[in-house]
């Protein structure tokens, strides 16, 4: 057990220090909503409707941006290797990693949605909606996205791909995040049908995640 | 202990890299494997760390804990350092104690030993490249595995790097530890020769 949480707290440090890149993703979360109303044009009704894909489609991206280098850097410095050779369950090793990607990459846009929310005229209520549609449903990116990212540790330039491969796995995801936040603002579907498939989803890739990404690790390796 | 191979087939990229390769080492020994470029020396070294799979053959360790594979009882001292710029140097080596597991030594006497007192708190990022590879050589003594397989290890450190790693190969061997090493250069100690062909 201290194996993992001794790989989370690392990961955490790398990416909260100097050039680990934690923040990249809500300064994109940042720019993409708020130069939405300035696109789309002062109408406060038309904001509040879109509002919630907004600030979904940010947070879809903004973990997207960060995602490829979660195996990349350790595959490019060797430490991939032991973390392979050694005694802890490489599935455990990814769920970990994965783990701490989510605290400190996904976490942010999450505490971030409420400032946010105020720049697409969204209430009280709609925002925590969103935000609790996010709180719930960005695991779910973080380890579907690692999988790709674990795929593409053994090509060179695997960015494109990682987008390639992991965005069809997401759109579920974006649409009952939506969907549920719609429905706590304007209704009328019950909050409780799409929010439960999203928390569904989420327990899915909780537990195919790690595994389809170790086995990919583990083939990869050359 | 005893550390075997037999008929090793090598084969990467759809090219043959060696074929029907048999070696052995036993407790207290060196196996040095030379060779030109090209002939196969860190092929066989990931193969037996378990980070490439042989197209044939077996790797075998007789005589080590029965409840652990052979890449969770081996040290891999590869090309690539495994360090963080963002970490000190102190919390590269305590983080990878605390992963690998096991057997644990004191952290800072294993800096000690490698002559990196001085640099405890310095992050990794500054360090030269003689530097980084004794932090990885501090890695092998803060960790205990009776296996350690070294590619290139004395690459980049100086004369006085060099004698100080033929002392702590010297304790390891001594401690009932196999070593085989992937080498050019003289390690500096006795050791068994595994000359691998030319490229095939």
């Known amino acids: ?222 | 202990m005893r550390l075997s191979g037999r008929q090793i087939d090598c084969i990467r990229g759809g090219r043959s890299v060696f074929a029907g390769l048999d070696f052995e080492a036993f407790s207290g020994e060196v196996l040095a494997v030379v060779g030109p470029n090209g002939s196969g020396k860190t092929s066989l070294l990931r193969l037996i760390a378990g980070l490439l799979v042989p197209a044939g053959g077996t790797v075998d360790l007789e005589g080590g804990e029965a409840e652990l594979t052979l890449p969770e009882q081996s040290h891999y001292l590869g090309h690539r350092d495994a360090l963080k710029p963002a970490l000190s140097v102190h919390e590269n080596l305590a983080f990878w104690r605390d992963f690998l597991g096991g057997a644990a030594g004191d952290l800072s006497q294993s800096l000690a030993a490698v002559g990196l007192g001085h640099a405890t708190y310095l992050p990794a990022a500054y360090l030269s490249a003689g530097q980084r590879r004794r932090l990885s050589i501090a890695r092998l003594l803060v960790v205990r595995r009776p296996v350690w397989l070294l590619d290139e290890p004395t690459s980049a450190l100086d004369t006085a790097g060099q004698d100080l790693f033929a002392g702590v190969m010297r304790e390891h061997l001594a401690g009932g530890g196999i070593i085989i090493a992937a080498t050019h250069t003289p390690l500096g100690i006795d050791a068994r020769e595994l000359r691998m062909g030319g490229a095939a």
């Not at chain 1, 990416?15 to 809500?26: C, E, F, M, Q, S």
């Not at chain 1, 994965?98 to 209520?125: C, E, K, Q, R, S």
Request: hydrophobic letters at 60%; a neutral charge; proline letters at 5%.
């Open chain 1, 1 to 222: 057990m201290t194996a993992l949480a001794e790989l989370i707290r690392r990961d955490i440090k790398i990416a909260l220090r100097v050039g680990g890149g934690a923040l990249i993703g809500v300064l994109f979360f940042l720019t993409v909503t708020v130069l939405m109303p300035f696109a789309i044009g002062p109408d406060l009704a038309l904001l509040t409707r879109l509002g919630p894909a907004i600030l979904w489609l940010g947070a879809l991206l903004a973990s997207l941006l960060t995602l490829d280098r979660l195996f990349t850097a350790d595959h490019e410095d060797g430490s991939l290797d032991l973390i392979v050779m050694g005694r802890t369950p490489l599935e455990l090793a990814c769920a970990a990693k994965a783990l701490a990607h989510w605290l400190a990459a996904g976490v942010p846009l999450i505490a971030a949605t409420p400032a946010l929310g105020l720049m697409l005229n969204l209430d009280a209520a709609a925002t925590s909606a969103v935000a609790l549609t996010l709180l719930v449903g960005t695991p779910a990116l973080t380890f579907t996205g690692m999988i790709g990212a674990a795929l593409a540790v053994t090509l060179h330039r695997g960015g494109l791909l990682l987008a390639v491969l992991v965005l069809p796995l997401s759109i579920p995801v974006l649409i009952f995040g939506v969907a549920a936040s719609q429905a706590a603002i304007t209704g009328p579907l019950s909050f409780g049908t799409p929010f439960s498939i999203l928390c569904a989803l989420s327990l899915v890739s909780l537990v195919v995640g790690p595994f389809a990404a170790a086995a990919s690790l583990r083939y990869g390796l050359d």
